[in-house]
Structures are given as C-alpha cells and as structure tokens.
C-alpha cells in the first residue's frame, strides 16, 4: 500500500465549495473512489494527471462535482 495525500474538493451550484485535505494509506485511488459512490447511480468518473498527481473527478445528480486529488507522500 501507498500513502497519499488527498485533497478533496466539492463543487456545488447551491452552496459553497468545499475542501478536505487527509492523509491516507490505500492500494488503489480508483478503486477507493468508485467505492465511495457505489450506491450513487448517477456518479460519472474521469481521472487525469496534473503535476505528477492522480487527479479523478465525479459527477453527480443536481451538477454536484467532486475532485479528488492523490499526491503519493
């Protein structure tokens, strides 16, 4: 397992954006997201990279975005 920094940004048309910044030791970014929204039917993924980290978006229902950030530490 690896650790990462993740730093999760919230992006919201109703209300203000948020962001959250853990530090957590996992084996795959894709796969602890995905599992985060698996019983949101309408969660769209798409990952990148920028600056050397893993960067995957999600989006929901009601255009509610979520950007996760994974830079290995």
């Known amino acids: 397992m690896k650790t990462y920094e993740i730093v999760k940004e919230v992006y919201s048309p109703c209300a203000p954006n948020t962001c959250e910044i853990v530090e957590k030791?996992?084996?795959?970014?894709e796969a602890y997201v995905r599992e985060l929204y698996k019983d949101d039917k309408?969660?769209?993924?798409?990952?990148s990279e920028k600056d050397g980290a893993l960067v995957i978006d999600v989006v929901c229902d009601a255009g509610q975005r979520h950007?996760?950030?994974?830079s290995e530490i």
């Open 42 to 47: 309408s969660a769209e993924f798409s990952s």
């Open 25 to 29: 030791e996992i084996e795959d970014p």
């Open 67 to 70: 950007r996760y950030l994974f």
